[in-house]
C-alpha cells in the first residue's frame, strides 16, 4: 500500500507552498487507493503558535484534503503530535547508541560558535564532525548517563559518497563532505526534524515522501540515518520551490502571496484554490485547466511533475476563481453556489430574504472573480444609492446630452415603465427596445442613463434583469429621484 504524509509545524499562518505540499501526497494516496497521513511536527517549540494545528486541520478540511490518520481521526500509529512522542524517539535513539552510531554531546554552546567562527575564518564550510568531542568514544553506558544528564545526543557520521533517485529531480549523489555529526535529541529532549521525521516515517510505513527541493541539501544525512538504523529508503520527492512572479526567487509574503486563510476570506472557493496550486508546477500533458478533485485524482501522475521552479500568479487564481464560481451555478445550481456566498453581503443585505438574495447571485454572479466582489458589486440591490450627478452627466455616452435632454429621455422611461401591465424581464426587454425606436437614442445613452440612475456602480447585469431584481417600486423610486435631481440643477 501507498502511504504518504503531510507534517507541517504549526508555526503560524499556512502558505500556498505549506499547502501544495499537502494537495500532492494527497492526490498520490488517493490514486492508488492508499493511505495520506496527518502529523504534526511541533518538536520546535520556540516557535509553536497556539492555535495553528487547529488552523492547519481547518484549512485541509476546507479543500477537502481528508486524512485517514492523524489528529481528531487518530489511528493505529498515534499518538501524531512529535512531541507526544518522545519514548518512541528515545527507543530509536538507544539504537544507535548502542551500535556506536550516537553519542552525547556535552559540548557547550558557546565553544560550537567558536568552531563555526573558527572555520569561517578559515573560509571552509562548517561540519560538527571535524571538531568531534572525546565523547564521541564514550561507552554506550557513558553517554546514557550523560543524556541523562540533559546533554544532546548526536548521530556519529561515517562520511562516504551516497546517491539515490529522486522520482522528481531524476538520479543524484553527493560526496561525504557534507555529511555531518547532526543532532539528533536536543538538550529539552526533543527530537530534531532530521532525526524525527525519519523515525515517524518508518513507524508509520509511509512510502512516499514528498517535499520542499530546500530538503535536498540534507539528504546524504538522510540516507546515513536510513542505512544505521537498517531501514528501506521510501520514494523522495522534492517539489520545486513556488516563485515569485518575477520568477528570479522562491515565493515570500513581501512578493504579494498571502496565506490560505487570507485567500479564503477574500472569498476564494477551495475548489479553485486546490485547481490552481495542483496545477501548479504539474499538468497531465492535455489542454484541460479546470478540475474537480475527483479529476485531479484521476488524471495526476508523479512524472509530470515539473522538475524546476513554477511562478505564482495571484490574476491566475482570480481567473481560476471565477470559472469555478460559473461551474457551481452552472451545474449545481444557484442554491449551490448561495450557500457558498453566506459571509460575503454586504451589511445592507442582512434584513432581506434568501430568496431576493438568491435572484441578486443569480444575475450578478457571472461577473464575481471573488464572492468578496458581492459587498461591492451588490450593495445598491439593497440600499439607494448616493446620487453621483458627475458620474451621471460626465458619463462618456451622456456627458454629448444636455440635462434638458436626460430630464426628458428619464421622462419617457418612467412613463413607459409606469404603464407595464407585467414586470417581468421578458417585458421590461421589450419595453426598453420599444424605448429605443420612440426616443431614438442610441442603446449606449439610454442603457446609460438608467443604468447608472439606478445603481451609480461602475458595473451592474443587464438592465432588464437589474429591473425585474429591484422591482417596479424601487425602479421607478429611484428614476424619479434623478429626474428631480436633475430639474433642480436645471433650475
Known amino acids: 500500500m501507498i502511504v504518504t504524509r503531510f507534517a507541517p509545524s504549526p508555526t503560524g499562518y499556512i502558505h500556498i507552498g505549506n499547502v501544495r505540499s499537502a494537495i500532492y501526497p494527497y492526490l498520490i494516496a488517493r490514486q492508488s487507493g492508499g493511505k495520506f497521513i496527518l502529523r504534526i511536527e511541533d518538536t520546535d517549540q520556540a516557535r509553536f503558535v497556539e492555535g495553528a494545528t487547529e488552523l492547519i486541520e481547518d484549512t ?16 493505529p500509529n498515534a499518538p501524531y503530535f512529535q512531541s507526544e512522542r518522545r519514548e518512541i524517539y528515545a ?33 571552509i564550510p562548517f561540519l560538527f564532525r571535524n571538531h568531534r568531542p572525546a565523547a564521541a568514544d564514550f561507552t554506550p553506558e557513558e553517554t546514557l548517563k550523560l543524556w541523562e544528564a540533559g546533554n544532546p545526543i548526536r548521530f556519529k557520521s561515517d562520511p562516504k559518497d551516497y546517491s539515490w533517485h529522486d522520482d ?7 560526496g561525504p563532505e557534507v555529511c555531518d555529526d547532526i543532532i539528533l535529541i536536543k538538550k529539552d529532549g526533543l527530537p530534531t526534524y532530521n532525526f524525527a521525521h525519519i523515525v515517524d516515517d518508518a513507524e508509520m510505513g509511509v512510502t512516499h515522501i514528498a517535499r520542499g527541493v530546500e530538503y535536498l541539501s540534507s539528504m546524504p544525512n538522510y540516507l546515513a540515518l536510513y542505512e544505521a538504523l537498517g531501514l528501506e529508503r521510501p520514494h523522495f520527492l522534492s517539489l520545486p520551490h513556488i516563485l515569485a512572479p518575477t520568477g528570479n ?34 499538468n497531465d500533458g492535455t489542454e484541460q485547466e479546470i478540475y474537480t478533485k475527483d479529476e485531479l485524482i484521476k488524471a495526476f501522475s508523479i512524472n509530470r511533475i515539473q522538475n524546476s521552479g513554477a511562478r505564482f500568479d495571484e490574476t491566475k487564481i482570480l481567473w481560476y476563481n471565477g470559472m469555478w464560481i460559473r461551474k457551481i451555478h452552472d451545474e449545481q445550481g444557484n442554491d449551490a453556489l448561495y450557500e457558498c456566498t453566506q459571509d460575503f453581503w454586504p451589511e445592507s443585505a442582512a434584513s432581506f430574504s434568501d430568496e431576493y438574495k438568491k435572484k441578486v447571485l443569480d ?15 451588490t450593495n445598491y440591490f439593497f440600499a439607494d444609492p448616493n446620487l453621483d450627478m458627475d458620474l451621471l452627466i460626465g458619463n462618456k455616452f451622456l456627458k ?13 422611461v418612467i412613463d413607459k415603465l409606469n404603464s407595464l401591465k407585467e414586470w417581468s424581464a421578458d417585458s421590461l426587454q421589450a419595453t426598453f427596445n420599444e424605448l429605443l425606436e420612440t426616443t431614438g437614442k442610441k442603446p449606449a445613452e439610454l442603457f446609460s442613463l438608467v443604468r447608472i440612475s439606478l445603481s451609480f456602480a461602475p458595473f451592474s447585469p443587464a438592465l432588464h434583469l437589474t429591473c425585474e431584481v429591484l422591482g417596479r417600486d424601487a425602479t421607478l423610486a429611484r428614476l424619479n429621484a434623478v429626474r428631480s435631481a436633475l430639474t433642480n440643477d436645471l433650475h
Not at 60 to 75: C, F, H, K, Q, Y
Not at 363 to 377: E, W
Open 168 to 174: 522528481v529531480m531524476g538520479d543524484l549523489s553527493t
Open 363 to 377: 444575475i450578478i454572479y457571472d461577473r464575481l472573480k471573488t464572492l468578496g466582489d458581492l459587498k461591492t458589486m
Open 249 to 282: 526567487k522562491k515565493l515570500g509574503k513581501r512578493d504579494g502571496a498571502k496565506s490560505v486563510t487570507e485567500y479564503r476570506a477574500d472569498g476564494v472557493l477551495p475548489e479553485a484554490l486546490l485547481n490552481y496550486l495542483a496545477c501548479l508546477g504539474w
Open 60 to 75: 485541509l478540511n476546507w479543500l477537502t484534503l481528508e486524512w485517514d490518520e492523524g489528529p481528531v481521526v487518530g489511528g
Open 91 to 123: 527507543t530509536w535513539a538507544k539504537k544507535l547508541i548502542e551500535a556506536g552510531r550516537a553519542y552525547a554531546d556535552p559540548t557547550p554552546a558557546e565553544e560550537v560558535q567558536k568552531f563555526r567562527e573558527a572555520d569561517n575564518a578559515a573560509k
Open 400 to 412: 454629448k446630452l444636455s440635462e434638458r435632454e436626460l430630464i426628458d429621455l428619464l421622462s419617457a
